[in-house]
């Protein structure tokens, strides 16, 4: 998987590139380079890991709202519904997270500004 997100986007492979290069420059400069290297190697490759594991994580974690109907409804949305009913069950002084109107128009607005 990260072998062929590799091949095929070479932003990645640039944005790896850089990783590997700030990372062998951060290392203090009192440790040879054969060192240098093998900490900054090991260093980007357990950030790697961490963001395709989070990735790996909010991508099961949308595929189990749609599958259980919060995600992807028409009409009103699911999520929002349910979010509310969890909320005001948790936190019932939170009268205003009740009104599912205005659970609806936060989301509306928060994905205008998402670009």
């Known amino acids: ?37 093998v900490l900054g190697l090991v260093h980007v490759s ?21 599958r259980h109907g919060l995600l992807g409804t028409a009409g009103k949305s699911g999520f929002l519904i349910s979010l509310s009913n969890l909320l005001c069950s948790h ?7 009740n009104d599912v109107a205005f659970l609806n128009r936060c989301h509306q607005s928060f994905c205008t500004y998402s670009i």
């Open 46 to 66: 357990a950030h790697l890991t961490a963001a395709m594991v989070l990735m790996l994580l909010l991508e099961i974690g949308i595929e189990i709202c749609i």
């Open 91 to 97: 936190f019932g002084f939170m009268n205003v997270l």
């Open 1 to 37: 998987m990260f072998l062929n997100m590799l091949e095929y986007s070479y932003i990645s492979l640039g944005g790896t590139v850089v990783l590997l290069i700030f990372s062998y420059l951060i290392v203090p400069a009192k440790i040879s380079r054969k060192r240098r290297a």
